[in-house]
């Protein structure tokens, strides 16, 4: 991902989770990451495991079931006095939490878990990441042997099953988001739903709907405005049938395949353009609207396109599924062209 996203770790504090220990091991100090030369490798594992919690295909908007949620109040208590002791005791009691509920449920994962302060374009958030035990091979050249390691971090691009990101300011909006999460076992069978609704005791919100109508809204802004040689019919036509009714969507992935059909073949550095304005798009997307996810079911009751002359005097309506068998062009001297599929059948009608 290139575009620019303002992020700072502000603090660290590393745990352990071993279910067959009485408790689980928590860190009394925090981990500094003052050098960013020496620590640019963890850096940017955090950075971009968080961004991928933000706007990965597998993130759900979330909202507290109530005020008296516990991580919800602990991250509220903290958000009153941020200095380091606080937020040490903050990692404890949420580490704490996690092991009590993991051991009362058929989760038998043990693992590290991390819990960051991290500012975010100016919006201070707390972000928890459980990672699973990894074990790894380190080459030793003096002696031409191996070892193995265990639990090291896996590499930035490597899948992390469970993360969260926990605002520290919350809105009374039902419709806002109080965080964001990322449960990948959960989406792929794990029996119990812990991690989200005894943990964070949360659930999912937002509708497919608004995110649908919002999204084809702005790509077709969007795309005019950077692609404007191009016939604005020709993009709607694109959108339309990139987010077709009932069609699971992942933004990122949808929006390159609406620039992929529309970004002239021989414009300069094409698939360079075409990353970057993916890119930029999805950014100014959450921006806009910072509580959506990007992964969502295209949800429309628009399955009619129509078009109607200035005053009225032609109307004419089709059925959005049928769109790729209706073709809008301009002849020479401006005029209109519709060419209709003969497969279509299109005949008069006779009262």
């Known amino acids: 991902m290139t575009g620019q996203r303002n992020i700072i770790i502000r603090r660290l504090a590393i745990n352990a989770l071993y279910l067959q220990n009485p408790a689980p091991k928590v860190t009394k100090k925090l981990f500094a990451l003052n050098d960013k030369s020496k620590h640019a490798r963890i850096i940017d594992f955090f950075s971009t495991h968080f961004l991928e919690t933000r706007e990965g295909k597998s993130t759900k908007s979330c909202k507290?079931?109530?005020?008296?949620?516990?991580?919800?109040?602990?991250?509220?208590?903290?958000?009153?006095?941020?200095?380091?002791?606080?937020?040490?005791?903050?990692?404890?009691?949420?580490?704490?939490?996690l092991f009590k509920i993991m051991q009362s449920s058929s989760s038998n994962s043990d693992g590290t878990f991390f819990v960051l302060d991290i500012e975010y374009n100016n919006e201070p958030c707390i972000f928890i990441i459980k990672l699973?035990?990894?074990?790894?091979?380190?080459?030793?050249?003096?002696?031409?042997?191996v070892r193995i390691l265990e639990n090291i971090l896996p590499e930035s691009n490597e899948r992390v099953h469970k993360c969260a990101i926990i605002k520290t300011r919350y809105e009374e909006d039902s419709k806002k988001a109080d965080l964001f999460v990322m449960d990948k076992q959960q989406k792929e069978g794990e029996p119990a739903r812990f991690f989200i609704e005894t943990f964070l005791q949360a659930q999912?919100?937002?509708?497919?709907?608004?995110?649908?109508?919002?999204?084809i809204r702005e790509a077709r802004e969007n795309v005019q405005s950077i692609l404007p040689e191009i016939d604005p019919q020709r993009v709607t036509e694109v959108i339309d049938r990139e987010f077709t009714n009932e069609l699971k969507i992942e933004l990122r992935t949808s929006i390159k395949n609406v620039l992929e059909s529309?970004?002239?073949?021989?414009?300069?550095?094409?698939?360079?353009?075409?990353?970057?304005s993916t890119d930029n798009f999805i950014k100014g997307y959450l921006d806009k609207f910072p509580d959506h996810q990007t992964t969502f079911t295209a949800e429309r009751d628009d399955n009619v396109v129509k078009y109607r002359a200035e005053k009225n005097q032609v109307f004419f309506r089709f059925n959005r599924g049928i769109i790729g068998k209706i073709k809008f062009n301009k002849d020479n001297a401006g005029n209109d062209v519709i060419t209709i599929d003969k497969s279509l059948g299109f005949r008069q009608e006779f009262r």
């Open 262 to 276: 529309t970004v002239p073949v021989d414009k300069v550095d094409r698939e360079i353009f075409i990353e970057r």
């Open 64 to 97: 507290f079931y109530d005020d008296d949620a516990t991580v919800k109040t602990k991250v509220s208590r903290y958000a009153k006095n941020f200095t380091d002791q606080e937020f040490l005791k903050l990692s404890k009691e949420l580490t704490e939490n």
């Open 204 to 215: 999912e919100i937002l509708n497919d709907k608004i995110i649908t109508r919002q999204v």
């Open 132 to 145: 699973d035990p990894k074990s790894g091979v380190q080459v030793d050249i003096s002696t031409l042997t």
